[in-house]
């Protein structure tokens, strides 16, 4: 079976306060996407790669696709105003006799390697299965300053990306959530809205989304760790 590998990257970025997108900020001396897409490119599983981005960053990303001179195709696209529109350019590039789609964010480059091959399995008996973690914070609810109750924490997980799907069920879902005007935070949301069946791909805390300048630095001490 093979993989098509849909990576979103057309954000603004605004909450890490740069004037660089995200997926071209440094860690170390190579780009955030050099990161994730090295990632792919070297794992048996991936036929193709789908980088969706802005029109800012295009020609950038296709320097960097063709500088990686590997055998697995990386088809660029331009996303949309909202990264379910991003998503969406990258589902309908997607080659269609591959049967699992994986969305994953640019901006995760740390993903556990094993978490393709896990998906893979749970797909066996999932329609779709997203890389998560256990929660190990208490979380309340409140309102405004005002703490108004505990959720139980045994119950909950940190969802992540990548997120895998029968490719036809990820298809439909995008195509239904249009129609009800339908926007969520992740291709997991979409999919419980319509009633399928989805699993928790252990995965671990070293990947994290780069979104605040902390993110950055604690990018810098995971490069180091994978290098060592
Ligand atoms: O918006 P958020 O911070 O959740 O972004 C997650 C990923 O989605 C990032 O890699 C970002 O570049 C991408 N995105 C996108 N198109 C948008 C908004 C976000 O591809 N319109």
């Known amino acids: 079976e093979s993989v098509s590998v849909i990576i979103p990257a057309a954000g603004q970025g605004k909450r890490m306060g740069a004037s660089v997108p995200k997926p071209f900020l440094s860690i170390k001396d190579k780009p955030v996407l050099w990161y994730t897409l090295t990632r792919f490119l070297t794992n048996p599983l991936v036929s193709e790669i789908i980088l969706v981005v802005s029109p800012a960053i295009r020609e950038d990303a296709e320097t960097l696709a063709a500088s990686l001179k590997s055998t697995i195709p990386v088809k660029i696209r331009e996303g949309g105003k909202e990264r379910q529109d991003s998503v969406w350019q990258g589902i309908q590039a997607a080659t269609p006799g591959n049967s699992v789609l994986a969305v994953h964010d640019a901006v995760r480059p740390f993903f556990a390697p094993s978490v393709l091959h896990d998906g893979m399995q749970l797909l066996k008996k999932f329609h779709g299965a997203a890389a998560g973690i256990p929660v190990v914070h208490t979380i309340k609810k409140t309102e405004g300053q005002e703490i108004t109750g505990t959720v139980p924490r045994d119950s909950l997980v940190q969802i992540h990306t990548p997120q895998l799907f029968h490719a036809s069920i990820l298809k439909t879902v995008y195509e239904k959530a ?36 902390f993110d950055l630095q604690m990018a810098e001490m995971l490069v180091k760790k994978y290098e060592s």
Do not use: Q
Not at 185 to 206: F, H, N, Q, S, W
């Open 178 to 213: 249009y129609s009800d005007h339908f926007y969520g935070t992740d291709e997991c949301m979409l999919a419980e809205r319509y009633g399928y069946k989805l699993a928790v791909i252990p995965d671990t805390p070293d990947n994290i989304k780069i979104t605040t300048p």
